[in-house]
């Protein structure tokens, strides 16, 4: 077992680990859970707050067990739950991963740190549209992923911004639930698949506004409208709804992973296989960082997957880990 | 939409469903919230007790979330979630599945239901030993899962029977956390790889007893020991132990998935994709009866990833999901 050393540092008790995982969300979090469980000296780094983005929501009810609970409560819970297990945790941005012979060197701003192993649990950002409101009625109406919030506008009359595969997609879902659907696309084509637009062509709640970009998110304590502006007449429009998707894309957290070497998709999310093992020896990643479905059930899978990974390579004899 | 035909079934409201789950463990409850979600009217199908296997769980500490409840607590905490946001649920068996050109039939001893896609996560079993004692100290000494209990085994004396990966894997896992394993095979060799048998023969605390058979386990409140004969000389020891981990193979409930046309692998678990799909069109599989890691949260993973794939198949025109 790894012994620990005292050098003074305020947050974590040890500068050496087992398993430092970057990333404290749903995925890290779980990861930190097998680990501590497996006997493995785990460091936790997280950049800003401890349940990362599920700190953020306000309503979840999808996370099987809670049928409702905010992201910051649950958040808490998950946090309090490693914590209680032995899991140690700081608050700190890692700038640099250096992998060395054996072992891997975690540098922050303030710190340095050593592990046998890496799980890479740094999530994923939603790409904004940058419009005034947008940030204010985060959670009021303005919501990124369909998936987790369309329930709560069953009835309702929603905009939903994009024209790749997923917001046609949830596009269709959403008229499923929703009394009338805006479908707001900067362009006249979409890149989504024809299928699909053909099919969501047919929903006569659906109204497809083209070649039109959002301008501005407005509203009181809520949502109440939102300003389109087409782009070959010029002309603005108010619209009014309860509630706007925003699905232009994701953007993975990946660039600690690539300058350490590991390999990535065409979109940047971070290749792994099923055992969360990523190209580079010793180095594992979870959650939203490895695209597929964003939800916080399947991030702590793939941690809790990431870490018994990780802990049999570090179990193994050092030789046994060489490919 | 479907509309619901009332039919007079006790049970459930109507026969004609969009999806319906074949078991009501973790896979299945999280998929039947992450369908009704979606709008699709689903019906959950389990053979005895919602919850599946977790239900027997003494004491659950890795579903992140809850720091530490029994199996019984979480499977209802589960239940009730699914069935406050629609999801129906029937204790009945599956004796067969059907399909026809655009839906499936499935039939139970009682009844015959309809639905356009089924979720199969009828879970798997664990190869038992078949000696005396084994059931009667279940979650009081006997478990099948050192990933789930090693921990309450800190500092004491274990046995672990089976000779392949699996045991050889939790026998270095065990030997970090208890002071003594006994690792119990009825041969002189083992399937497992090499190089893990090599390690785990390093480790000072773990003694091996080959060419043997665990005849009965004895205890009072809890288990106390075993009776261990070595085939070789026939002769029988009794061996003083405070648990005992039976790690001789999972088998998972798959015949109805065989029935059905679906590919299982070499071990009989039913294979999938990163999306659940089985090889037969509308039908998906999720939870321990996939195979991988055996746990509750990965479980529950699959399950919403299965009912998200369910989803978009049954939405989608009946020509584009020929295949």
Redesign the interface.
Known sequence: ?QISLSLGVSGPKAREYDLIIIGGG?AG??AG??AV???LETLIIEKTEMGGTVALISEI???????RISGKE?AE??H???K??GVEFTIEEVTQIIKTENEFKIKTWENEYKAKAVILATGSKHRKLGVPGEEEFIGKGVSYCA?CD??FFKDKIVAIVGGGNTAV?DA??LS??CSKVYLIHRRDQFRADE??VE?LKKRTNVEFVLNSIVEEIKGDSKVKSILVKNKETGETNEIAIDGIFIDIGEIPNSDLAESLGVELDEKGFIKVN?RMETNVPGVYAAGDVTG??A?I??A???G??AA?SA??YI???YW?NKR
Do not use: C
Request: proline share 8%; hydrophobic share 40%.
């Open positions: 077992m749903p979090i779980t859970i097998y469980r497996r006997n009810e999808n996370y099987p067990g809670f049928r649950l819970k998950f309090q739950h490693a209680e297990l998936t369309a329930p997609k269709k879902y499923e639930i299928i699909d099919e099923e597929g479905l939800q059930v399947v702590a899978a793939e809790a997957i018994v802990y049999e179990r193994r004899p046994a």
